[in-house]
């Protein structure tokens, strides 16, 4: 495929708080890219349900999948990496929560990593480290990086909006950093989240739990935009246009490329 693209969630990353962080790559990115800090994730604003509808671009009603334990859909529907994969192109998945692997149909992911980020410390650095050494050996079409530790280390363990939630924010930023310029060249680099959080938790519709920021890097979306009214639906639809994959006719969200 001649234009590739890669997808970095950042686990519970509240827009307030990749603000907040210090981190000055975040101001870079809202200079370079287009940019919303109002983005609505779905409900459940829960990690399994928001991905799948990342994934599919259908609201959990249509998807079926409520928590975090995947059950096959009544109705199934191919997501990206299917209709990627329909159309030819290579998918990797590199991930540090593992229910996450039931986002792609098995046949569909050409290259995966895991590390368990419960066993292991630094995984959003080393999936990183993973995802950019794949890129540079086999040039997937579409990737997708996943990131844990602001949710669990973060804010679960220390609380949304605290110093040690901010600094998990900005290390994940480090990494977003390093993709960039690595391979901001050669693909567009999304960055978002799944869903918010307060106190400790998440999952209601409180404002702070569904309320996203997106980050759009790529010669598709222009400079310094604000993009408004936009989905955690969106997102399947504007990658699968960046690549010219075709849409899964029962696809709800619109493409936010330019
Ligand atoms: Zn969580």
């Known amino acids: 495929m001649n ?5 970095i969630s950042i686990d519970g990353m509240r827009p307030d708080g990749v603000m907040q962080c210090g981190n000055p790559f975040v101001q870079q990115m809202m200079q370079m890219g287009s940019y919303t800090l109002t983005a609505k994730t779905v409900l459940p604003s829960v990690t399994l349900p928001c ?3 990342m994934f599919h ?16 859909m009544v109705r199934p529907l191919n997501g990206l990496f299917e209709q990627v994969a329909a159309a030819g192109g290579v998918s990797a998945m590199y991930y540090g929560w593992e229910p996450l692997r039931d986002v792609a149909r098995p046949g569909s992911l050409k290259f995966a990593g895991y590390l368990n980020a419960y066993a292991e410390d630094a995984t959003d650095g080393k999936l990183t480290d993973l995802a950019l050494e794949r890129m540079e050996k086999s040039a997937p079409d579409f990737v997708f990086l996943y990131m844990v530790e602001t949710d669990e280390k973060g804010g679960h363990d220390n609380g949304w909006m605290s110093p040690a939630y901010l600094g998990y924010i900005s290390a994940a930023i480090d990494n977003v950093k390093r993709v960039y310029e690595a391979f901001g060249d050669t693909y567009t680099v999304i960055v978002t989240a799944d869903h918010g959080g307060h106190e400790r938790s998440h999952g209601s519709d409180m404002p702070e739990d569904v309320t996203i920021p997106m980050f759009f890097l790529g010669k598709r979306f222009d ?5 408004e009214d936009v989905s955690i639906l969106d997102l399947t639809p504007t990658i699968a246009d960046i690549l010219a994959v075709n849409p899964a006719p029962e696809w709800e969200g619109k493409s936010l490329a330019k």
């Not at 400079?223 to 993009?227: H, N, Q, R, S, Y």
């Open 3 to 7: 234009n590739k693209v890669i997808l």
């Open 223 to 227: 400079a310094g935009a604000a993009l």
């Open 57 to 72: 671009s259908v609201p959990p009603t249509r998807h079926g999948i409520g928590t975090n334990t995947y059950t096959p």
């Open 51 to 53: 991905h799948m509808s």
